[in-house]
């Protein structure tokens, strides 16, 4: 009984390891090479947008768009009030509509892919509905479709509908505010 009982168990092992083996996931990685010039010297942020591409910011490059074949990159353009307000890039966010966020050490960016126009989001000292610092660290979006901004004076959340922001910020004499602006 005992030597049928360890057979039986011996047998149920194999079988549960075959089967662990089988559904394992192989990953593999391709190597991509960038294109000519200093591109990718240094990414500091990487974000998929729902068409399958993928978007990396680079401290002095700008961003770039890598749709598995080809790197297409977006840089600042003093002549084109649309382009990309500047090459100081922190991070890159898709959100959940297609729009692509760019923080940089000037405001906050917005790009239209379908345009490839960016609208420019800025710090404005006598609009306390205006982003609360320019230099944006962290994009990230809630499971409402909130987006939220990170900056190096606090944490704003935006209305996407009026383009105004809500400012959270520390308050000395209130304990349940930010513990430190600098987010």
Not at 34 to 47: D, H, L
Not at 51 to 57: A, K, V
Not at 78 to 89: F, I, K, T, W
Request: with cysteine.
């Amino acid at each position: 009984m005992k030597t049928r009982l360890l057979i039986f168990f011996v047998a149920f092992l194999l079988l549960l390891w075959k089967t662990f083996l089988s559904s394992a996931q192989e990953v593999t990685f391709n190597r991509v090479f960038p294109p000519e010039g200093p591109y990718f010297r240094m990414i500091n942020g990487v974000t998929q947008d729902s068409q399958g591409y993928m978007w990396f910011s680079s401290y002095g490059i700008g961003i770039s768009r890598y749709d598995g074949y080809h790197v297409t990159i977006f840089r600042n353009d003093p002549r084109d009030p649309g382009s990309l307000a500047s090459n100081n890039v922190v991070c890159v966010f898709a959100d959940h509509n297609g729009m692509i966020w760019v923080g940089t050490q000037s405001g906050l960016d917005r790009m239209d892919p379908a345009t490839g126009i960016f609208t420019h989001f800025r710090y404005k000292a006598e609009n306390p509905n205006s982003l609360s610092n320019d230099t944006v660290n962290a994009i990230l979006e809630d499971h409402d479709g909130t987006i939220w901004f990170v900056t190096e004076n606090g944490l704003n959340r935006m209305d996407i509908k009026t383009g105004t922001f809500t400012r959270y910020q520390q308050n000395q004499n209130d304990a349940t505010t930010l513990s430190c602006n600098r987010v």
